[in-house]
């Protein structure tokens, strides 16, 4: 019986010598087969194994402990060993339980990654004892709900990650106590509407990730809550319809990602109150045009990303006037795309990059952009017709090919003759031009332009003279001696008579006291003929 005794007390205190070893004997001599402990550090990391509980004869001074891929399916009072961990990273593992107070002792522990296991249910006891969490990763489980003052007790929380579930539900106090969250996730679930009355305690929210939904509209104030948020994500989110007040009190978001959506124009109306707006994604819907000043009233955008939209064919011109401080847009794969007509990306001086790849471009309007600032150009992936039209490209091409500018090749889809070949190599003969000089062309203009003047001046003249020029067509053909008469009848009336008659033969305007005093001589003379000096 003694003996007894003396065993069972022995056992806890032979475990207890073990964890009081030096901490480089004990980590190394008790870490698992697959793992690597340095005691040092105070981190051990197990890689794919065949683990399929926690361990519990590491270093207790553990501060980092990460055992991904593995087969853990519970965590349960192993954990009370590790009270020093910060950082614990059990992913990838088919976690399914988490009785209550699991971590009760992880006083300091700031992350917890838990994504991608089989997490059904949390409760507002489950992450009891987390006072100093700041990033809570649950990713890719299979929570269906998320229940009143679930994370209650974390009141440094920052970010939260909830996306890749299976959450149709979220009661209204499911954040509370979270009031310095600043990133949640919640994208990816089965929420069938904006879940607007749980973020009234947020009030610190920054971002937010709620695409792959089923929203189909943002009912009006949805986030007016949310007056900190500067990143919102509907990816996703099933959206066919926003209006004027989806947005309201979001006057200071910076970056909106609308695309993967089903809106059939660009809601350019809409969106308009969002005057401080950075970056802005609307690819993957369903509209065919941008139309003239498109994203009116976002006049601080500098990015646009307009990709994967399988119906757009059209950019007008003046497309981005309303947004001359935009430095990258993205307009690729869209495999309708095949008009970017001219002034579309005009007026645009800080442009720094340019992605256009990927679209059914054939060609592009002489001076489609600038050059200014213009870092990065991508026109790759597109049949490109090379041709005399695409000339000043490729002499932009050649002219920043000893610059900085990264230039992704324009490769020649036609002809045949130039298919496969780089736009840049290519001799302006090669593309059909016969006069390549930019001065000789201007010379060439300009003489046309003045001939056509000229001949048209002439036309003119021709056509105002025509009848004093048939008269001197018939004298010049056999009327000589009507001609001689009529010259002699001309010698009869007075020299002022005479000059009336004959400044203007064109009849371009006759001077109204010439025309009178012809009138008054013809009056008294009235059938009275006098006789020329060669009859008598």
């Known amino acids: 019986?003694?003996?007894?005794?003396?065993?069972?007390?022995l056992v806890p205190v032979l475990l207890l010598g073990t964890f009081l070893l030096p901490t480089g004997h004990a980590g190394l001599a008790n870490c698992p087969i697959g793992c690597q402990c340095?005691?040092?550090?105070?981190?051990?990391?197990?890689?794919?194994?065949?683990?399929?509980?926690?361990?519990?004869?590491?270093?207790?001074?553990?501060?980092?402990?990460?055992?991904?891929?593995?087969?853990?399916?519970?965590?349960?009072s192993s954990m009370?060993?590790?009270?020093?961990?910060?950082?614990?990273?059990?992913?990838?593992?088919?976690?399914?339980?988490?009785?209550?107070?699991?971590?009760?002792?992880?006083?300091?522990?700031?992350?917890?990654?838990?994504?991608?296991?089989?997490?059904?249910?949390?409760?507002?006891?489950?992450?009891?004892?987390?006072?100093?969490?700041?990033?809570?990763?649950?990713?890719?489980?299979?929570?269906?709900?998320?229940?009143e003052g679930v994370f209650f007790g974390l009141k440094k929380l920052e970010e939260l990650n909830l996306g890749q579930n299976r959450i149709g539900k979220i009661d209204s106090k499911a954040f509370e106590g979270l009031t310095n969250l600043k990133v949640l996730y919640l994208d990816d679930n089965t929420l069938s509407a904006v879940p607007s009355t749980a973020f009234g305690p947020l009030t610190s929210l920054a971002e937010l990730y709620l695409g792959i939904n089923s929203f189909t509209t943002i009912p009006k104030d949805a986030f007016v809550k949310l007056n900190k948020l500067s990143h919102l994500d509907l990816k996703g989110a099933a959206l066919s319809n926003v209006t004027s007040e989806s947005f309201n009190g979001l006057e200071d978001l910076r970056t909106l990602d609308l695309s993967d959506n089903r809106l059939n124009r660009i809601p350019t109306t809409e969106l308009m109150s969002l005057v401080r707006l950075e970056e802005l994604a609307?690819?993957?819907?369903?509209?065919?045009?941008?139309?003239?000043?498109?994203?009116?009233?976002?006049?601080?955008?500098?990015?646009?990303?307009?990709?994967?939209?399988?119906?757009?064919?059209?950019?007008?011109?003046?497309?981005?006037?309303?947004?001359?401080?935009?430095?990258?847009?993205?307009?690729?794969?869209?495999?309708?795309?095949?008009?970017?007509?001219?002034?579309?990306?005009?007026?645009?001086?800080?442009?720094?990059?340019?992605i256009l790849k990927d679209?059914?471009?054939?060609?592009?309007?002489?001076?489609?952009?600038?050059?200014?600032?213009?870092?990065?150009?991508?026109?790759?992936?597109?049949?490109?017709?090379?041709?005399?039209?695409?000339?000043?490209?490729?002499?932009?091409?050649?002219?920043?090919?000893?610059?900085?500018?990264?230039?992704?090749?324009?490769?020649?889809?036609?002809?045949?003759?130039?298919?496969?070949?780089?736009?840049q190599v290519l001799s302006p003969d090669l593309l059909g031009c016969s006069h390549t000089d930019p001065r000789q062309q201007a010379i060439i203009c300009a003489v046309l332009v003045a001939a056509a003047a000229i001949l048209t001046t002439l036309a003119l003249v021709l056509y105002k003279c025509r009848r004093r020029i048939r008269e001197v067509v018939k004298g010049g053909w056999g009327n000589s001696a009507i001609g001689r008469k009529e010259r002699e009848y001309q010698k009869t009336f007075s020299e002022e008579d005479y000059m009336g008659r004959h400044s203007n033969p064109c009849g371009l305007g006759v001077h109204p006291t010439t025309l009178n005093n012809y009138q008054i001589n013809n009056h008294h003379t009235h059938g009275i003929r006098h006789i020329p000096v060669t009859e008598l």
Request: charged share 20%; aromatic share 6%.
């Open 1 to 9: 019986m003694l003996c007894q005794v003396i065993h069972i007390t």
């Open 38 to 76: 340095d005691d040092d550090t105070l981190v051990v990391t197990c890689g794919e194994g065949h683990l399929d509980v926690l361990p519990i004869v590491l270093n207790p001074s553990l501060q980092r402990l990460v055992i991904k891929n593995n087969k853990i399916k519970t965590i349960d």
């Open 80 to 147: 009370q060993f590790y009270a020093e961990l910060t950082f614990l990273d059990l992913s990838y593992n088919h976690l399914f339980n988490m009785p209550p107070r699991t971590f009760a002792y992880q006083k300091k522990l700031t992350e917890l990654h838990l994504n991608h296991n089989k997490v059904g249910s949390i409760s507002n006891k489950t992450f009891l004892g987390l006072e100093s969490l700041s990033i809570l990763n649950l990713r890719g489980n299979f929570l269906d709900e998320l229940t």
């Open 282 to 354: 609307l690819g993957q819907n369903d509209f065919d045009s941008i139309s003239t000043a498109a994203f009116a009233g976002m006049s601080n955008l500098r990015k646009l990303d307009i990709s994967g939209s399988l119906k757009l064919n059209r950019i007008d011109g003046g497309a981005f006037s309303a947004n001359a401080n935009l430095e990258e847009i993205v307009i690729a794969s869209n495999k309708a795309l095949t008009e970017i007509h001219e002034g579309a990306l005009s007026g645009l001086p800080h442009l720094k990059r340019l």
């Open 359 to 423: 679209n059914a471009l054939t060609t592009l309007s002489d001076g489609l952009f600038s050059w200014n600032e213009l870092v990065d150009l991508d026109l790759s992936e597109n049949p490109i017709v090379c041709d005399c039209r695409i000339l000043w490209l490729r002499n932009v091409l050649v002219n920043k090919s000893n610059g900085s500018q990264n230039q992704i090749p324009v490769i020649c889809a036609s002809p045949d003759r130039l298919r496969e070949q780089a736009l």
